[in-house]
């Protein structure tokens, strides 16, 4: 069983076990880049507001949202599989998010995607689960699994602001790449997430610092 990110104590311990093995986790949280729990609700609900909110604005996200969710009631996957094309793209969502949302609805309802059940699994695991289906790429599966199920071991390698603080806060020459920051946080286990949300709240403190939007 996985111990996920649901309370400040947990946290607290992925955060002691963080500085305790790397130096530089130590002095970001010294530094105060230590983040608060956030988690936004999991299920078939969670991973649809991820979709919807990929490459477009948070207000236009958020309208978008709210058109869906009117129409989305209560938001399962059957209830998504029995809106129409029409419906769906008149509430705003493109067809490829029409198009990955119905991929999502149709593996969880045939039993292809446990989602109900990816809390407790590896995060790798779970990662490899919702990457197979079609239209959800590796920063999808682990936002879903860092913010909507609290997973401590979930990491968006792929995710720029994530990136870049690592290559602040290690000194590199150049903006490590998935690849290379999926090799950094090997020694981060099994607190990679508690990791990611250290790298993020430093990043907010570094645009902070220069007057720049997080």
């Not at 111990?3 to 002691?16: I, M, P, S």
């Not at 029409?86 to 949302?101: D, F, M, N």
């Not at 609290?150 to 720029?160: C, E, I, T, W």
């Amino acid at each position: 069983m996985v111990t996920l990110l649901e309370t400040d104590a947990v946290l607290k311990r992925g955060l002691a076990a963080l500085a305790k093995s790397d130096p530089v986790m130590a002095r970001l949280a010294a530094e105060g880049a230590t983040p608060q729990l956030r988690k936004r609700p999991p299920g078939f609900e969670g991973l649809a507001w991820i979709v919807v909110g990929q490459q477009v604005s948070t207000a236009s996200a958020t309208a978008i949202w709210g058109r869906l969710r009117a129409i989305l009631e209560p938001a399962t996957p059957r209830r998504f599989l029995a809106l129409s094309d029409e419906e769906l793209r008149a509430a705003g969502l493109s067809a490829g998010k029409v198009r990955t949302l119905r991929a999502v609805a149709t593996d969880i309802t045939e039993g292809r995607l446990p989602l109900d059940d990816l809390h407790n699994l590896p995060a790798d695991e779970a990662h490899n689960l919702l990457t197979r289906v079609k239209g959800i790429g590796p920063w999808t599966a682990d936002v879903y699994l860092l913010f909507c199920l609290g997973h401590p071991d979930a990491f968006p390698s792929g995710d720029l602001a994530v990136q870049e603080a690592a290559r602040l806060a290690y000194g590199l020459e150049q903006r490590p790449d998935a690849k290379a920051l999926n090799a950094l946080a090997e020694s981060w286990r099994p607190w990679r997430g508690v990791a990611a949300k250290v790298l993020w709240a430093y990043y907010r403190m570094v645009k902070a610092r220069e007057g720049a939007p997080a």
